[in-house]
C-alpha cells in the first residue's frame, strides 16, 4: 500500500462529519491494505507509529526538502527508514538522522510530507480513531463489529487482529481469546463527579482506593511471571520485586490486573512521576530497586488456574481475587450492596475522604454486576477525584491540525511569577467548537509576533484550567507542569495581574 492512501484516507477521516462515512473510509482502506501491513497502517492513522522515539522533533522536520512529484513511497518503505533513523545514536546523530530524514521526505509527496511531519511530532489526532476503526474492519471483512472488538480485547491490538482476519478470513477471530501470557487492553473508567453520583449511577457496588501508579498486568503461568504496561509493553526485568510476589500468590495460573506504587517512610504513596521513572529503569535495575523499592496492589483478577473469568461479574471476581491474594497486596475496598441506605451511602463518603487522607488519588466505583470490558472505558467503572483549577495566561498557541485545520488550538499556559508569567505546559483538550472559534479569532486580535506554528499573544488573557496534578519536568522554567490539563472557561472579565501565581501552582506539588 503507498503511503499516499493512508495520508489520503486521514484527510478525509478528518474532513468526514459523519460516523458512517469515516467507517466506510476505515473499511475501504483496509480491503486495500495487505494483511502484513495493517498494523502499521493502523497505527499510522492513530498517530502512533512503531518506532515511539525517533529523535526527530518539530525543528528538524520544519524545513522538508521539496516534494515527490507522484507517489510511489509505501508504507512498509516508509516504517524501514523510520526504523533506521530510531536506531541512529552516538557523535553526529542529529545530523545523520537529518540526512536519513531528507531522504525520506524527498521521496514524498507535498501531502505525505504534510502527513509524516504530523504523524512524527505527535499532532496526528484522529478523535476516537480506535472504535471507528473496530468497525470498519467488521465492516470490510463482513461481520459484526461486536466480533471485532472482542477479538482486540484479547488479541492486544487492532492491528494484529487485523493482520490475521485480512489473511485468514473471518474464522481468525475466534483464535483470540484470554491466554495467560499474552497481554489484554486493560478496562478503562469514565468520571463522576461525587461519589453520590457514582452511586446514583451504579446502584450495588464496589468503592475502591485509587492509586496514582502504574498500571499493571501480571501473568502467572507456573514460575513464570510477565509483567505489562497499560500500552501492554513488557517490563518484567525492571520489576523484580513485582515477579517475587506474584510468585508467592495462591495460584498456578492468573492473570491480574493492578497498579505498580512505591511509598516514603512513612507509609505515603510517593508521586506518580517517581514511580514512573522506576518503572522506566532498564539498565541498573538492582540499584533502582535499592533507591526505591515497587511494589503492586492488585484490584481485579481476569483468569485463575484455567477459569476464564472476564466475563464474570465483578462480585465474582472480587472473591476469586481474595483467595488467590492475601489483603495486604490487594487495593481496601468497601462492598455496598444497598448503596440507596443513608448508612452506606455515608459510609462510601467517609472512605472516600480516608482516602484522600492517606495520599490516595480518589476513588473507584464498580458495579458489582458488571464484566470486565478489556480495551474499552465501561460505564460501570467510575473514578471519582479531586479536581483541581487555577486561573492562568494564554501566552502563545499553535494552528491545529486535521478537523482544527484553520484554527488555534494548543494554548501555551503561564502563571505569574515574580518577573513575568511562567510557562506551565499546553493544552488543547476541552475547547468547543464554539470555544475554538472565539478563541481563534480573539488570540489573532492579541498577537504580539506570528510564527509559522501559530501566533505569540499579549499575556492578558486569563483562562481557567482544570487539571490533575503536577509532575516534575525539566522542560518547563517552574520545573513542574500540569497533569491532564484541560479548558473550562475563559475568564475576559479577570486582569492578568489577577492569575494564579507560580507559588500557588507549586503548592499543589507540596500538598498530600
Not at 458512517?20 to 498494523?39: D, I, M
Not at 484522529?126 to 477479538?151: F, H, K, S, T, Y
Not at 481469546?177 to 463522576?192: C, N, T, Y
Amino acid at each position: 500500500m503507498l503511503l499516499s492512501d493512508v495520508a489520503r484516507t486521514s484527510r478525509e477521516i478528518a474532513a468526514a462529519s459523519g460516523r458512517n462515512e469515516k467507517t466506510a473510509l476505515l473499511a475501504g482502506l483496509f480491503r486495500a491494505a495487505e494483511p502484513a501491513e495493517a498494523p502499521l497502517v493502523v497505527s499510522y492513522l492513530a498517530g502512533a507509529p512503531p518506532q515511539r522515539r525517533t529523535g526527530l522533533g518539530h525543528r528538524t522536520l520544519s524545513a522538508p526538502p521539496p516534494p515527490a512529484a507522484a507517489p510511489r513511497l509505501t508504507v512498509p518503505e516508509v516504517d524501514a527508514a523510520l526504523e533506521r533513523i530510531a536506531q541512529v545514536a552516538g557523535k553526529g546523530a542529529q545530523a545523520e538522522r537529518k540526512r536519513l530524514l531528507d531522504g525520506l521526505l524527498a521521496a514524498a509527496t507535498a501531502e505525505e510530507q504534510r502527513f509524516l511531519y504530523r504523524l512524527l511530532t505527535g499532532e496526528l489526532r484522529q478523535g476516537a480513531l480506535d472504535a471507528l476503526a473496530v468497525e470498519g474492519l467488521a465492516e470490510a471483512v463482513g461481520v459484526p463489529a461486536g466480533e471485532v472488538r472482542r477479538a482486540v480485547m484479547y488479541g492486544g491490538s487492532l492491528g494484529a487482529v487485523a493482520r490475521e482476519v485480512l489473511a485468514d478470513g473471518p474464522g481468525a477471530l475466534a483464535g483470540f481469546r484470554l491466554r495467560v501470557g499474552r497481554p489484554v487492553r486493560p478496562m478503562l473508567a469514565r468520571s463522576a463527579a461525587t461519589v453520590a453520583e457514582a452511586l446514583e449511577r451504579l446502584g450495588p457496588c464496589a468503592v475502591e482506593e485509587k492509586l496514582d501508579g502504574i498500571r499493571a498486568q501480571v501473568h502467572i503461568d507456573g514460575p513464570e511471571v510477565t509483567v505489562y504496561t497499560r500500552t501492554l509493553d513488557e517490563i518484567t526485568g525492571r520489576l523484580p520485586e513485582i515477579t517475587e510476589a506474584a510468585r508467592e500468590l495462591a495460584a498456578g495460573s492468573a492473570v491480574l490486573d493492578g497498579e505498580v506504587v512505591a511509598f516514603d517512610e512513612a507509609e505515603r504513596l510517593r508521586p506518580f512521576q517517581q514511580v514512573s521513572q522506576r518503572v522506566g529503569s532498564r539498565l541498573d535495575v538492582a540499584s533502582a530497586r535499592a533507591a526505591l523499592p515497587a511494589h503492586v496492589r492488585f484490584f481485579d483478577v481476569l483468569s485463575a488456574d484455567g477459569r476464564d473469568l472476564a466475563d464474570e461479574p465483578v462480585r465474582e471476581r472480587h472473591a476469586a481475587l481474595a483467595r488467590i491474594v492475601p489483603p495486604g497486596l490487594r487495593v481496601r475496598r468497601l462492598t455496598l450492596e444497598e448503596p440507596w441506605e443513608p448508612e452506606q451511602r455515608a459510609a462510601a463518603e467517609r472512605f472516600a475522604e480516608e482516602a484522600l487522607r492517606d495520599g490516595r488519588e480518589g476513588v473507584m466505583v464498580k458495579g458489582l454486576d458488571s464484566a470486565y470490558s478489556a480495551g474499552r472505558r465501561g460505564a460501570s467503572w467510575l473514578k471519582v477525584k479531586p479536581v483541581h483549577t487555577l486561573d492562568l495566561v494564554v501566552l502563545a498557541a499553535e494552528w491545529g491540525h486535521g478537523r482544527r485545520t484553520g484554527t488555534l488550538s494548543n494554548l501555551h499556559l503561564g502563571a505569574r511569577g515574580p518577573d513575568g508569567f511562567v510557562m506551565l505546559g499546553k493544552t488543547f483538550k476541552g475547547l468547543t467548537d464554539a470555544l475554538l472559534a472565539w478563541q481563534t479569532e480573539h488570540l489573532q486580535r492579541i498577537a504580539e509576533s506570528r510564527p509559522p506554528w501559530g501566533v505569540r499573544v499579549r499575556p492578558e488573557l486569563v483562562v481557567e484550567i482544570a487539571f490533575d496534578g503536577l509532575q516534575r519536568s525539566t522542560r518547563y522554567p517552574a520545573g513542574v507542569t500540569l497533569r491532564f490539563a484541560r479548558v473550562v472557561r475563559y475568564r475576559p472579565e479577570k486582569p492578568a495581574s489577577e492569575a494564579d501565581t507560580v507559588d500557588h501552582v507549586l503548592t499543589f506539588a507540596r500538598a498530600p
